[in-house]
C-alpha cells in the first residue's frame, strides 16, 4: 500500500509529538492554531461584531463558493498539479445559469445540471491535456482561464440580476443554527443563519476529506503528488490519477460556480475576478504544499475562514481602502510559505539524522 504522506518518528514531550505527526497533520494543526488565535485576538481586541456568531457565519455565507473551489485546488495540488481555471469557470457558469433561468421556463434543477455539465467539460479537457499529452498544467489551465473568461462575455457582455421566482426563493432561503443568535440594537433577539451554500459547501468539504483520507483513491493522490515514479513502481495509473484529479476540480468547480451565483444572484463577466488566486492561497495557508504530496481539506477550509478573517480584521480596524486587504493577504501567505519551507527542512534534516 502506498504511503498517503511523508511522516518522521516519535519522541518524546509536545514538541516531539508535533514532530512525530505526518507533515499534512503538522500543517494542518498549524493553520487552525493560527484561525482561532486570529479569531480570538479579533474577539478581545476589536469587539465590533466579532462577538456576534452571525459574524463568522457571514465569513462562510460570502465564502462558500471559495470553500469548494478552494477544495478542488487542494486535490489538484496534492498530486502537484495547479488549476487557475476554476475562478473563469465560475464566471461562466454564473453567467450561463443566469441566462438560462431568465428565459421563460428556465428551471433551477435543469440549471444545476447547466453547471455541473461546464465544470465537468472542463475538468475533462484539461485532465486529458495534463496527464495523457503531458502539457504543463499551468499553461493548459492558463488557456481554460482565458477561454472561460472570453465565453462568459460571449454568453452575455452586460451584467444582469436573475428573477426567475423559484431561484430568488432558493436564494433567499436561510437555514437557522439553533442555539445561536444575539440581540440586535433594538433589543430583539435574531437567530444566526446560513444560506444553503454553506451547507453545500461543508457536503464538499466532509466528502473530499473522506476520498482523501480513507478511500484508495484519495491515497493515490498523496502518492502521485509524492514520487511519480514510486508511484509507478507501486502499480498506481499515475496518469488516470492525474485526469481524475483534474476532472474532480473541473466537477468542483461547477458545483462552486452554482454556489456562487446563489450567493450574488446575477450574471457577469467580472464575477469570481481573480478567485482562483483566493483558492491557490486558502490551500496554501491551509498546509498544501505547491510541490505535491501533502495537504488537506480540512486545513484548506480554515485556511479561507484565516482569509477572510484577516480581510475583516483589518477592515475593522478602520484601513477599508483596497490596497491594505491585498497587502495582508500577500504578507499572511508568504508567512505561511515561509513557515511551510522550514518545518519541511528541519523534518527533512531529522530524517536523515
Not at 51 to 78: D, E, H, R, W, Y
Not at 193 to 198: D, T
Not at 215 to 244: D, H, P
Not at 312 to 318: D, L, M, P, Q, Y
Request: glycine residues 12%; positive net charge.
Amino acid at each position: 500500500m502506498a504511503k498517503t504522506d511523508k511522516s518522521s518518528k516519535p519522541a518524546g514531550g509536545l514538541g516531539a509529538k508535533l514532530m512525530g505527526m505526518t507533515d499534512t497533520n503538522l500543517l494542518l494543526t498549524i493553520t487552525i492554531v493560527v484561525f482561532f488565535l486570529m479569531y480570538i485576538a479579533a474577539v478581545v481586541f476589536l469587539r465590533s461584531g466579532f462577538l456576534k456568531p452571525q459574524t463568522f457565519f457571514n465569513i462562510l455565507n460570502a465564502n462558500a463558493a471559495l470553500i469548494i473551489l478552494a477544495c478542488g485546488m487542494s486535490l489538484v495540488m496534492i498530486t502537484g498539479g495547479i488549476d487557475i481555471s476554476v475562478g473563469g469557470v465560475t464566471a461562466l457558469v454564473s453567467m450561463c445559469c443566469a441566462v438560462y433561468l431568465d428565459y421563460k421556463g428556465g428551471n433551477v434543477f435543469m440549471a444545476v445540471i447547466i453547471a455541473l455539465l461546464i465544470g465537468l467539460a472542463f475538468g475533462a479537457f484539461q485532465g486529458f491535456l495534463v496527464a495523457y499529452l503531458d502539457i504543463q498544467p499551468f499553461i493548459v489551465t492558463l488557456a481554460g482561464m482565458f477561454f472561460a473568461r472570453g465565453m462568459t462575455t460571449i454568453v452575455n457582455a452586460a451584467p444582469f440580476n436573475v428573477e426567475n421566482e423559484a431561484f430568488v426563493a432558493l436564494k433567499n432561503t436561510r437555514v437557522i443554527v439553533p442555539g445561536m443568535g444575539s440581540v440586535n440594537k433594538k433589543g430583539v433577539y435574531v437567530n444566526a443563519y446560513v444560506e444553503i451554500g454553506v451547507i453545500v459547501a461543508i457536503l464538499v468539504v466532509i466528502v473530499m476529506f473522506a476520498l482523501l483520507r480513507w478511500a484508495k483513491m484519495g491515497r493515490n493522490f498523496y502518492a502521485v503528488g509524492g514520487n511519480k515514479q514510486s508511484a509507478l513502481m507501486l502499480g498506481i495509473n499515475v496518469k488516470r490519477t492525474k485526469f481524475l484529479s483534474h476532472l474532480i476540480c473541473g466537477l468542483l468547480a461547477g458545483i462552486g460556480g452554482f454556489v456562487y451565483f446563489l450567493h450574488v444572484g446575477s450574471g457577469s463577466p467580472s464575477h469570481a475576478t481573480a478567485m482562483e488566486m483566493d483558492a491557490i492561497a486558502s490551500s496554501i495557508i491551509g498546509g498544501t504544499m505547491l510541490t505535491g504530496g501533502v495537504g488537506n481539506v480540512l486545513g484548506t477550509f480554515f485556511g479561507v475562514l484565516s482569509l477572510s478573517t484577516i480581510q475583516n480584521i483589518v477592515s475593522s480596524a478602520g484601513f477599508d481602502e483596497a490596497w491594505w486587504s491585498g497587502i495582508t493577504r500577500a504578507v499572511m501567505l508568504c508567512l505561511f510559505l515561509v513557515v511551510q519551507s522550514v518545518i519541511m527542512s528541519v523534518r527533512k534534516k531529522n530524517r536523515q539524522g
